[in-house]
């Protein structure tokens, strides 16, 4: 065999094999991308972790400026962004807003980039 009889073979397959794990869901990654926006800044960070910690799985936003450092509006914010991320439900009561993680919402979260990755090992 000569080296012209290889080469178109070889141009066939290329320089990697095919791709063949499945892709994360298009509107699974939006969600997953999504939250770990939210989770991006050091400040929602610490305010879902103060949450999580609180006996009773909530706090109310008053009592979550002084942890963080932060003025009222500027922790109101982080938290809007937590909530519309799906981490954290919000419930007024009177003048006060409380806040309490989403049941399963890390889990979900971690469920979401674990799909690919089962999906991926069942493969193998």
């Known amino acids: 065999m000569t080296t012209t009889e290889i080469a178109p073979a070889a141009a066939d397959i290329g320089c990697c094999a095919p791709a063949v794990a499945p892709a994360l869901d298009p509107e699974v990654a939006r ?9 991006s800044d050091p400040t929602r960070v610490q305010l879902l972790a103060i949450i999580a910690a609180q006996p009773d799985g909530e706090a109310c936003v008053c009592d979550l400026t002084e942890p963080v450092a932060l003025a009222q509006p500027a922790v109101s914010h982080h938290l809007k962004i937590l909530v ?9 009561r009177g003048r006060w807003a409380y806040y309490s993680l989403q049941p399963n919402a890390l889990t979900q979260l971690a469920a979401g980039l674990a799909s690919t990755s089962s999906a991926t090992a069942q493969q193998r």
């Open 84 to 92: 519309d991320a799906g981490l954290l439900a919000r419930e007024q």
């Open 31 to 39: 969600e997953v991308a999504h939250a770990f926006k939210a989770l």
